[in-house]
C-alpha cells in the first residue's frame, strides 16, 4: 500500500496495550493516524463519557469497538447475563461515535461445539434489533481454529458468511482479519462470498515459530502472510473501509508505544 | 469405547517420545497393547533391518509409519531431494510391514501457500507408483491450521479429501486426527465424504490452555474435543481399523513410559 493510504490506517487499541486510552488518543494525534479501535476494558478507566468526550475533541475517527460476542454460557440465565452485556457494549459503541461492534464470539461452555454454534446465532438474532436501533452494525469476526476451545466456536470466514447471510449489511456483517483466515485453502471464495458486508479488515502477520497461543502476532512483514494478496480481494469485495492494525504480542507491548507506532506506520505502508 | 476394543489400540510413538524403539516394543507387549506406530527418527538408532525385526519378533502389528511429506521447497532440485527422501519413507513402511504411510505434507517455503499446496499436489503424483509398487497407501493427514506455517499446507480434511479423490483408495487416503480437525464446522461432512478413504484415526485431546503450539496435546478426555463423536462418524465412513494414541506432550514425555501406557489404556477405554 503507499505511503498516501495511510488516511485508511486505524490503530487497533490492542497494538499499543501499554497505553492508555489518553496516552493512544494522544499517539494517533502525534503520528497522524487519523483512526482508531477501542477496546472495552480500555474505556473502564475514564468511564465512558470522558472516553467519548476525549476522542470527540481529538478528531480521531473510530472504526470499530472490540469487542461483542461471548455468547455462549451454560445456563439460560448466564446467557441474558451475556447478552445484557452486549446491550452495553452497542450502547458504548454508539456513544463512542462507531457504527461497528466487532464479534468475538466465544467458546463453549462444554464439550458441545455445535450447541454452542447455535447459541452464537441465538445471540445474534436477539441482539440486531437492539444494535439497529442503535445504529450499530455487528461484525461477525471468525477467530483462527486455535482459538475454537477458549475464544469463538467461529472459526472461518465460510461460517461468518453464512451467520451474516440471514441479515441486510446494514445489521450483520463480517470483520476479516488475516491472522485469523490466512491459511483458509477457501479463503478468497469466502471473500468474494462476503462482497458488500465486510465491516472490517484488521492486519498483522504469522510469524514463525509462533511466540505465544494468544499473544503471537507480528508486524506487518515480518510473517508468513500475503496481506497485501488478501487486502487486494478484501477491496474488491468493495470494502474501502479503516484498516486496523492489531498486533497482540508482549515484545511489543514492553517497547515505548511511540516506536511502535513509528514501526506500524512504516510496514502498513509497505506491507499492506 | 468398552474396554474389550482396547484390540484397536495402537501406540503412536511419538507419546513416549522418552522411549527408544526397543523400549516402546517391550512396553506394548508388557501393557498389551497390540499396535504400534513407528515414527522415523526412532528406527536410525537401531537400522531399518534391526527395527523391523524387532518388531516381527515382538508379534506387534504396525500400524503406521510416521511420516512422508514436506513436499514443498523452494527449488526443484530440493524438491527432488524431498521426493527421493520420501521413496526411502516408502521401503521404510514396506519393510517394517505396514501399508500405510502418513504424509505430512509440509509448508511453503515462502509466502506463496497456494503454490506450496500444488508442490504438495505434484509431490504425492510423483509418489504414488512407487508406493503402489511396494504396496504402501498414502495417507493425507490435515494439520491444524495452526501448523499452516512450519507443518503443512494442508489443513483441513476437505482439502485431503479433495487431493485423495484423485486416486483410487488403495494408493492414497485421508488420515484423521482429532485434535486437527475437531473445530471444522464441516467436519462430519467431510468424514461422511472419506468414506472407504480413511487410513488412520489418532486421538489425544485439546487442553485449555494449550501449553504449547506443537507439543500442545493432552490425554483423552482431558480436553474439549468430541472424541468419541468422531471415532463414531469415522467408522460409519467405513474405518475399523486400528486408532493410534499420538500425544505430543513434554509433561507426559518427562513421565516414566509404564505410567504413560497406563493412563493412555484407561482414557482410551473411557472416552474413545
Chains 1, 2 share one sequence.
Request: net charge negative.
Amino acid at each position: 500500500m503507499s505511503q498516501g493510504a495511510l488516511d485508511r490506517l486505524s490503530l487497533n487499541q490492542i497494538t499499543t496495550e501499554q497505553w492508555n486510552l489518553k496516552e493512544a488518543i494522544e499517539g494517533c494525534i502525534r503520528h497522524e493516524v487519523p483512526w482508531i479501535s477501542v477496546w472495552r476494558h480500555k474505556i473502564e478507566e475514564f468511564g465512558l463519557a470522558e472516553s467519548a468526550r476525549m476522542i470527540k475533541d481529538s478528531g480521531l475517527k473510530v472504526s470499530s469497538l472490540c469487542r461483542g460476542g461471548m455468547f455462549p454460557a451454560a445456563t439460560a440465565s448466564e446467557r441474558q447475563g451475556r447478552l445484557e452485556d452486549n446491550f452495553r457494549a452497542v450502547e458504548e459503541a454508539a456513544e463512542l461515535g462507531t457504527d461497528t461492534l466487532v464479534l468475538v464470539c466465544g467458546p463453549a461452555p462444554d464439550r458441545d461445539i455445535d450447541q454452542a454454534r447455535k447459541w452464537v446465532e441465538e445471540g445474534i438474532e436477539k441482539l440486531v434489533p437492539f444494535a439497529e436501533q442503535h445504529g450499530v452494525k455487528l461484525g461477525i469476526e471468525p477467530l483462527h481454529p486455535m482459538y475454537a476451545g477458549d475464544r469463538s466456536v467461529v472459526n472461518t470466514l465460510g461460517q461468518a458468511n453464512q451467520m451474516a447471510e440471514k441479515y441486510n449489511p446494514s445489521q450483520v456483517g463480517v470483520v476479516v482479519d488475516v491472522f485469523h483466515v490466512w491459511w483458509d485453502p477457501d479463503l478468497y471464495n469466502q471473500i468474494t462470498r462476503a462482497t458488500g458486508k465486510i465491516l472490517g479488515f484488521h492486519v498483522s502477520d504469522w510469524i514463525l515459530p509462533v511466540p505465544d497461543i494468544f499473544k503471537g502476532r507480528g508486524m506487518m512483514g515480518d510473517g508468513v502472510i500475503e496481506i497485501n494478496r488478501i487486502r487486494q480481494a478484501v477491496e474488491r469485495a468493495g470494502y474501502l473501509g479503516p484498516i486496523e492494525v492489531e498486533i497482540i504480542n508482549q515484545s511489543i507491548w514492553d517497547r515505548p508505544g511511540d516506536d511502535v507506532l513509528t514501526e506500524v506506520k512504516q510496514k502498513f505502508a509497505e506491507h499492506v
